[in-house]
């Protein structure tokens, strides 16, 4: 996967955002963009960001997770990550994601909404 390459995966209603190694304000705008396009065209009742290959990420980044929980909030619907690194886990911490997300270890727990 490139430096600032975002992949994505839509499967039943949920839609699993990969991200990459960095996570910065330079990449944060093409993934609103995508975003937003793909929660347009398809029915998404939840989004989960996949950190496993992420080493780094700004408070773009974070802003970008807490727009989708509101957005995902008024439409009833979730947010989750997983595969967050131990710094990536206090990155998320301190920005206040882990009071409004919810957190997971593997891909499968996140699809399935369970501890």
């Known amino acids: 996967m490139e430096r600032n390459m975002f992949t994505y995966e ?3 209603s949920a839609l699993v955002i990969h991200l990459p190694k960095e996570v910065d ?3 944060c ?4 963009y995508e975003t937003d396009l793909l929660l347009a065209e398809n029915y998404i009742n ?3 960001f996949d950190f ?3 080493e ?4 773009s980044g974070i802003g970008v997770i807490l727009n989708r929980y509101k957005q995902m909030e008024g439409s009833s619907g979730t947010v989750a990550v997983y595969g967050a690194g131990e710094r990536m886990r206090r ?5 206040g994601v882990y009071r409004l997300v919810q957190s997971y270890r ?10």
Request: proline content about 0%; overall charge neutral.
């Open 10 to 12: 839509a499967i039943d």
């Open 25 to 27: 304000h330079h990449n």
């Open 29 to 32: 705008l093409t993934l609103k």
């Open 46 to 48: 939840r989004i989960i």
């Open 52 to 54: 496993s290959g992420t």
């Open 56 to 59: 780094f990420m700004d408070s």
């Open 91 to 95: 990155i998320l911490r301190i920005g």
């Open 106 to 115: 593997t891909r499968e727990e996140a699809l399935d909404g369970r501890h």
